[in-house]
């Protein structure tokens, strides 16, 4: 048989992945003799030492990048490269880690108020949302300074 340089049958796709979930890379790789897998971050050599919590796995042509719990510090962008007598061949795509998020939800809800002319009035509201919310009053369409 003669000899092939690798080519990717199946090449990475680009992954977004919410932050504390599993994320994966994984590849489809062919060539004779069977090539030799490295993988990349940010054009670095990655290893599973080098990323703690990364799996890295090449078996049957399959190259398989895993990462069990996602944090930010794992967004970047992936390659993975195949290697042998024939040649080289590389596949890149990107990692994107997003926070979790909420929209704002109100707990307690602004109340009518009567007060006296110069007088104080304290408004108080309770929201929850992930970012946490900015709340922000306005009075006939200007917004309220708290004083």
Do not use: C
Not at 39 to 52: E, Y
Not at 59 to 69: E, Q, T, Y
């Amino acid at each position: 048989m003669s000899t092939q340089a690798p080519t990717f049958t199946q090449p990475l796709q680009n992954v977004v992945a919410l932050e504390g979930s599993a994320a994966s890379f994984e590849a489809q790789v062919s060539g004779f003799p069977v090539p030799e897998v490295s993988w990349f971050r940010d054009g670095q050599v990655l290893s599973a030492a080098a990323l703690p919590g990364v799996q890295i796995s090449f078996s049957d042509g399959r190259a398989v990048l895993s990462i069990p719990a996602v944090t930010a510090a794992h967004s970047g962008r992936f390659s993975v490269r195949a290697t042998n007598g024939a040649g080289q061949a590389t596949s890149t795509a990107e990692l994107l880690v997003t926070a979790e998020t909420a929209p704002p939800t109100f707990l307690q809800r602004l109340q009518t108020s009567t007060v006296r002319q110069g007088s104080q009035v304290r408004l108080n509201v309770r929201v929850t949302g992930i970012p946490t919310p900015v709340v922000k009053f306005y009075r006939e369409g200007a917004e309220i300074q708290s004083s």
